[in-house]
């Protein structure tokens, strides 16, 4: 499985982006797929997952009612779309495979970051 992570960019606070996620390689039985962000200086952060089967959706407490992750089943693809950002958003954001717990370890397949900065 292979992950391209796409859209990051500059963007004042307020503001919006829409992240995408190519997947290719993909299998029957694969589970999900998560978005993790880094801020400088910090640990990687659970941002949010969905399910291929249902599009069930799970958020971290700090983007729920902002942030929303929704896919494209024709083309394997799946979208963050962050509204009312706030510079503590700042971070190189990851999609990763296969799952849709908040754990690093529990991802098996990760795309390249794509930065995300939000000014005040």
């Known amino acids: 499985v292979q992950l391209q992570a796409s859209g990051g960019g500059w963007v004042q606070a307020g503001g919006s982006l829409r992240l995408t996620c190519e997947v290719s390689?993909?299998?029957?039985?694969?589970?999900?797929v998560a978005w993790f962000r880094q801020r400088p200086g910090e640990e990687r952060e659970f941002v949010g997952a969905v399910s291929w089967s249902g599009g069930n959706t799970r958020y971290a407490d700090s983007v729920q009612g902002r942030f929303t992750i929704f896919k494209d089943d024709a083309k394997n693809t799946v979208y963050l779309q962050m509204n009312s950002l706030k510079p503590e958003d700042t971070a190189i954001y990851h999609c990763?495979?296969?799952?849709?717990?908040?754990?690093?370890?529990?991802?098996?397949?990760w795309g390249q970051g794509t930065l995300v900065t939000v000014s005040s």
């Open positions: 990763a495979a296969d799952s849709m717990l908040p754990a690093e370890m529990m991802y098996h397949y």
């Open positions: 390689g993909r299998t029957k039985g694969e589970y999900g």
